[in-house]
């Protein structure tokens, strides 16, 4: 008898209700005012709200659609509250810092912990692999106009970038 994994496991299945939770997390931070906005962390929030909400396992498309349809039809309020809450919760620590975990157990994975490096260098946490090129060209214009806007990944505690401190500058 073959061994189940956790990583085969993790390969063949999907939770819809993460789908669900980012809708709404979109959906709720988009509803913020934007100086309130740009101090949330929807990943947090969304992180917060799916550790409050039943897990909705999916193993094949016929699958999917029907959690799909009972995650929408029977959990779309609380699927809501708790990202309010969450929202609410997120927002109580805003001077809070924490390194973010990194997967690679795949190339899917690894190009999203690629995309979340490049949200830390780039101190923008709405890049996207769509809008990657506007964002570094907006950064690449900025520091030429001496606007430092990005930070050094190198560095654990992900202090602002110091170009007086950089080999290439002296």
């Known amino acids: 008898m073959k061994k189940f994994k956790q990583d085969e496991f993790a390969r063949n299945s999907r939770n819809v209700m993460e789908l669900l939770v980012v809708e709404e997390v979109e959906q709720q931070i988009k509803a913020l005012p934007p100086k309130i906005a740009k101090y949330i962390k929807p990943v947090e929030v969304t992180a917060y709200a799916l550790n409050r909400l039943p897990g909705l396992y999916a193993t094949s498309q016929r699958g999917w659609q029907r959690q799909l349809n009972k995650g929408r039809r029977e959990l779309s309020e609380q699927i809501k509250i708790a990202v309010r809450q969450a929202v609410i919760a997120v ?53 030429l106009q001496g606007k430092i806007t990005w930070r050094s990944c190198k560095h654990p505690d992900y202090e602002i970038f110091n170009w007086n401190e950089h080999p290439h500058y002296q």
Do not use: C, G, H, M
């Open 91 to 143: 927002q109580r620590d805003l001077l809070r810092t924490e390194i973010p975990l990194f997967f690679y157990e795949n190339e899917e994975s690894a190009a999203l912990a690629t995309l979340q490096k490049l949200k830390i260098l780039l101190q923008n946490q709405d890049l996207t692999w769509e809008n990657l090129i506007d964002v570094v060209e907006e950064s690449l214009v900025n520091a």
